[in-house]
């Protein structure tokens, strides 16, 4: 399984970014999908997460309001919609896939089985 990342880039504090994840897998949609991000001498975090069908998604406490996960099933394609970016926020972000699970996100790394390559988000300040 495949999954490609893009979207990362440059915005200034407060500014705007959405991410796409976007892979050949047929079986996309039957699996919860996942956005996290690891920032230089930290591990890997969850940002978040939505269910095989979008109705179910859950979010880090850092991440409510101002990101939104969507995902679209015809296009093979899970989203990450960042608002009011901060500083803090600056790392590469990942998509994953965990295989195993339909309804409820994991907020555990170690449960997605696979992952892309990462895409990097920058906010200055």
């Known amino acids: 399984v495949q999954l490609q990342a893009s979207g990362g880039g440059l915005v200034q504090a407060g500014g705007s970014l959405r991410l796409s994840c976007a892979t050949s897998e047929r079986t996309f949609s039957n699996y919860v999908m996942g956005w996290f991000r690891q920032a230089p001498g930290k591990k890997r975090e969850f940002v978040a997460g939505?269910?095989?069908?979008?109705?179910?998604?859950v979010y880090a406490e850092s991440a409510k309001g101002r990101f939104t996960i969507s995902r679209d099933n015809a296009q093979n394609t899970v989203f990450l919609q960042m608002n009011s970016l901060k500083p803090e926020d600056t790392a590469l972000y990942y998509c994953?896939?965990?295989?195993?699970?339909?309804?409820?996100?994991?907020?555990?790394?170690?449960?997605?089985?696979?992952w892309g390559q990462g895409t990097l988000v920058t906010v200055s300040s």
């Open positions: 994953a896939s965990d295989r195993n699970r339909r309804v409820t996100p994991s907020t555990n790394p170690a449960d997605y089985d696979y």
């Open positions: 939505i269910s095989w069908g979008g109705a179910t998604k």
